[in-house]
């Protein structure tokens, strides 16, 4: 048994009032207005009976659709029963039964119950019983007869039964009463709206009603009729209420779903304002390392404009050192040219002044005049003879020693010639070793081509790989086209959801015309149509199984969300990878322009030195070929220029020159001494000769070896200079990768952020896209897997590269180290190629031979040394034999008889000469000769014998100073 308790009873309850108050005033008596004797009420007729219990009829139909239709029921059985009852009955009965009316329904074994204490739309119940709910009973079997007899003849002897009903409810206690549906006590704004118009539809109705029940009951004709009518609207009655009850029931299963939704639903949300919060953090993060990157842009360009300002002022700076270097260096040679000229001048005249009072001595001793002491003369004298015999006894020595020192010069005229062959043949192996070092150097050039060409296809490689990047890129853009493509499908499906929701107020639109449509043919008690809720039904299925539908799909949106907060994860992750990349970038990007500008200013001090250095070369060149015109040393050669020794020793011959000429000098001693000046002179030039050449060779070996290490050393920075510009190249190449690849990775976070926002929107109505999104949920998977397996490609393939970079430029490096090798051997075989022909040119310029290089021209000047050296050698035989005819003359003492005058005028010259005194030298004794500060010592050989006349064979030749110093 189920209780059905009406949303509104006071409409009813005043329309039953309004009804009975005028039936009283139609009913009470007048005069004159009697028609019948029926217990003091005038009786209704037939016609107006017929009509007011249509009228009930459709009053009923309607309140079926504000109320459930137990209201209106309840109001027919009440008019039916108070037109079937007598006319005795009172308006105060009929208003007491009207406030605690109850029904019992026949024919399915349910009754409805309406208790008349306390009604359960009452606000004194709703909050006594605020979480109650309706309470289905078992059917009873038991059938209740109809609630009056037909048979009764009169209505005043009978009682009605609703009254008994009535009485009897009334004890029945308070459980029985129950809330009404969600549908019927508060809905959505429709249904209040709808409400406001039955109420007023009610009114007018009312109004009818009042109008109708002016007239009163008829007598009882309509008696069965009426009885018929009330069975057959209980029998539907029953049968609605089951229906109804089953509606309210997935009405509450459907609210309760709605409720589960909701809840998700705000879940969601809550998710998504926490991704929205953290997409809000990771742009501020963003805009920071933008501003960052922007800061140190500026630092960059502050320290490149700091480094050419820096280079501006180095580079006036080494201009000022060198002018002012180059100024020292002027002013030094100046002072130092002063210096060796006092000195000379100096020199010169001590010795003028030494000569002069030697001048006058001898003078004075000659003439014997009276100034000297008388007993010193014979001492005197003595000590001069002793003097004079030294002196001749040294001038042989030094004729011996000039004889000796020719003969050296033939040796070493020989040893030359052998050593010309063999550097002839040394010449001719450096070629040959030449030629093999270029065959080698053009195969390095190949295997460097080969290394370039492997450096090409690496390069090809990496243009490839970042091909694949770009199309990886692509395909994320495609994926990113396929969710905008998800985002108006699902723009659709919000259509769809509206299209839905007008359905379902048509489908309850519809439901209320079926239940209009069923009241009106219950008004007809001929024609009984069972009415279908089929469709009712069905659209309520349909609508949980969208609901579970909607279900399955927030969860799936769910794990799109956690899926989709993964991928910002990994794109924040490779951000910051990125970022960490840039920062280790800029930092190696600043180490090497610090190493960039230590050896540029390395290199420009080393230029600067170098310049002041060939300055310098370039200053004492010319000074000294200015003294070598002064001193007329131009006929010895190009080379004297550069011996500053060969010049001081000039100037002591010049100053011995000036010496010896003041002294008088007779015919014979002239004579000789002119021989022996000629071969002296000749000996010195050809030992200043050879020294020169000697430091000649010193200077140019060190000037190649400090121009080879300044070479060298220019080489190495011009290399490292390269090295460096090549990386800063690549690595400001990468730089502007990592600021693209950030760039789109800022782009593509803010896709990101977009896309989640436009999700944000689509999720808050979701609906009916489980296949598709399925569809793309596999779709976007194979693409996130097919995007990480080209990064790992991509990540081991840059790995690869940067492997084989590596290794080629170690392998460059080598070959380049070789290069460097190969050239120094080949400047060093340039040199001493030079080096030969400068010796050759030079012994071609002493034998004043005009001739090409060649064997011929070899050969000559081979024999026009052999010439010389024979003709040296007859000139030491001459000097020999005349040393040997001059000696038996030679007195071996003086007598004390003799007088200082009694010698002769040679004797006496060459005891004047103070100059020419030097120590007798003993055979096979070392000879050593200093000359400003450089001690050279000589072996002096054994005087030739008459076989030894002939040249030394090339084989056995005695070791020379020379050799010892080549």
Not at 476 to 497: C, G, I, M, P, S
Not at 631 to 640: D, I, N, P, S
Not at 760 to 781: A, F, G, H, P, Y
Request: hydrophobic letters at 30%.
């Amino acid at each position: 048994m189920t209780s059905i308790t009406p949303a509104s009873p006071q409409p009813s309850v005043s329309i039953t009032q309004n009804i009975l108050r005028r039936q009283d005033a139609v009913v009470a008596p007048g005069p004159g207005t009697r028609l019948g004797d029926l217990g003091g009420h005038p009786a209704m007729s037939i016609f107006r009976q017929e009509s007011l219990s249509d009228e009930v009829n459709r009053e009923s139909a309607n309140l079926t659709t504000v109320a459930g239709g137990g209201m209106a029921l309840q109001f027919k059985t009440s008019i039916s029963s108070t037109t079937s009852s007598s006319t005795q009955t009172s308006s105060e009965t009929v208003v007491h039964r009207m406030s605690g009316i109850s029904v019992q329904t026949s024919g399915n074994g349910h009754e409805a119950v309406c208790s008349a204490g306390i009604h359960a739309s009452s606000p004194e119940y709703l909050l006594q019983h605020p979480h109650q709910t309706y309470q289905t009973h078992q059917p009873t079997t038991q059938t209740t007869q109809p609630p009056h007899s037909v048979q009764q003849p009169h209505p005043i002897q009978q009682t009605h039964p609703l009254q008994q009903n009535h009485t009897i409810q009334q004890s029945q206690p308070h459980t029985a009463l129950h809330l009404l549906p969600d549908w019927t006590t508060g809905g959505p704004p429709e249904q209040k709206d709808n409400m406001a118009v039955y109420e007023g539809e009610m009114r007018k109705k009312d109004q009818l009603i009042e109008e109708l029940m002016k007239l009163h009951p008829s007598h009882g004709l309509n008696k069965v009729r009426v009885g018929e009518a009330e069975e057959a609207l209980r029998s539907d009655l029953a049968g609605m209420t089951v229906k109804v009850e089953r509606l309210e029931q997935q009405v509450r299963d459907c609210g309760a779903s709605v409720a589960s939704k909701d809840s998700r639903l705000t879940e969601l949300t809550r998710q998504l304002d926490a991704h929205r919060q953290e997409h809000a953090r990771q742009a501020a993060t963003i805009i920071t390392l933008r501003q960052k990157l922007q800061e140190e842009e500026s630092a960059t360009v502050s320290l490149r404009a700091n480094q050419r300002r820096g280079e501006f002022t180095v580079g006036a700076l080494t201009r000022e050192n060198r002018q002012q270097a180059d100024r020292i260096n002027d002013l030094e040679n100046r002072l130092r040219t002063h210096l060796e000229e006092r000195e000379s001048a100096e020199q010169r005249s001590e010795t003028a002044q030494k000569r002069l009072v030697e001048l006058v001595r001898v003078v004075t001793s000659c003439l014997s005049m009276g100034d000297l002491d008388p007993r010193d003369a014979h001492e005197k004298l003595s000590t001069k003879l002793a003097e004079l015999v030294q002196e001749c006894a040294r001038l042989r020595s030094e004729v011996v020693r000039t004889s000796e020192a020719l003969e050296q010069q033939e040796g070493e005229a020989g040893a030359a010639r052998q050593t010309v062959s063999r550097l002839v043949n040394e010449l001719d192996d450096e070629k040959r070793t030449v030629e093999e070092q270029k065959i080698a150097l053009e195969e390095y050039r190949k295997e460097v081509d080969d290394l370039k060409n492997k450096q090409r296809a690496m390069e090809e490689e990496v243009k490839s790989v970042r091909e694949r990047l770009h199309n990886t890129n692509k395909s994320y853009n495609t994926t990113l086209e396929e969710l905008h493509t998800v985002e108006r499908q699902l723009q659709r499906a919000k259509d769809e959801v509206v299209v839905t929701e007008h359905r379902r107020q048509q489908t309850e639109v519809e439901g209320r015309g079926f239940l209009t449509t069923v009241a009106t043919l219950l008004s007809s008690p001929d024609n009984r149509i069972a009415p279908d809720l089929q469709a009712v039904t069905d659209s309520i299925q349909g609508l949980v199984a969208s609901n579970r539908e909607e279900a399955e799909h927030v969860e799936r949106l769910t794990s799109q969300v956690t899926s989709l907060g993964e991928q910002s994860r990994r794109h924040t992750e490779l951000y910051e990878t990125a970022v960490k990349r840039g920062r280790q970038s800029d930092a190696d990007l600043h180490a090497l322009a610090t190493r960039c500008r230590q050896l540029e200013a390395d290199q420009a001090a080393a230029e600067a030195s170098r310049e002041g250095v060939m300055i310098q070369k370039e200053k004492v060149e010319r000074t000294l070929g200015r003294v070598v015109e002064a001193l007329g040393l131009a006929e010895m050669g190009h080379e004297v220029t550069n011996d500053v020794e060969m010049i001081v020793c000039r100037c002591h011959q010049l100053s011995k020159l000036e010496g010896e000429k003041i002294v008088d000098k007779t015919t014979t001693v002239y004579q000789l001494q002119r021989k022996v000046k000629g071969l002296r002179e000749a000996v010195e030039r050809k030992d200043l000769h050879v020294d020169m050449l000697r430091r000649k060779l010193a200077l140019t070996e060190d000037a190649a070896r400090a121009s080879r290490h300044l070479e060298e050393e220019r080489d190495e920075i011009l290399t490292k200079y390269k090295r460096q510009c090549r990386m800063m190249e690549r690595l400001n190449g990468e730089v502007a990768e990592t600021r693209l690849q950030l760039r789109d990775l800022k782009a593509q976070m803010t896709q990101a952020g977009e896309d989640k926002a436009r999700l944000n929107q689509v999720q808050k109505k979701v609906d009916e896209m489980t296949t598709k999104i399925d569809e793309l949920d596999v779709i976007r998977s194979r693409q996130q897997k097919k995007i990480s397996h080209l990064k790992e490609q991509v990540k081991a393939q840059g790995e690869h590269v940067l492997e084989e970079r590596r290794l080629n430029e170690n392998s460059m490096e080598g070959v380049t180290q070789e290069l460097a090798l190969t050239k120094q051997n080949l400047r060093d075989i340039t040199r001493r190629d030079k080096q030969l022909t400068e010796f050759r040119r030079t012994v071609v310029e002493l034998l004043g031979m005009e001739g090409e290089a060649g064997p011929d021209g070899d050969y000559e000047a081979v024999c026009r040394l052999e010439r010389v050296v024979g003709a040296h050698k007859e000139l030491t035989d001459l000097s020999r034999r005349l040393d040997e005819i001059t000696a038996p003359s030679r007195p071996s003492r003086l007598s004390p008889d003799q007088s200082f005058l009694d010698l002769s005028e040679e004797l006496r010259a060459l005891a004047d000469d103070t100059n020419n005194q030097r120590p007798i030298p003993s055979r096979n004794s070392a000879t050593t000769t200093t000359h400003l500060g450089i001690t050279h010592t000589h072996r002096c050989p054994r005087p030739p014998s008459a076989h030894s006349s002939r040249t030394p064979s090339p084989t056995k030749r005695p070791s020379t100073d020379e050799d010892e110093d080549s």
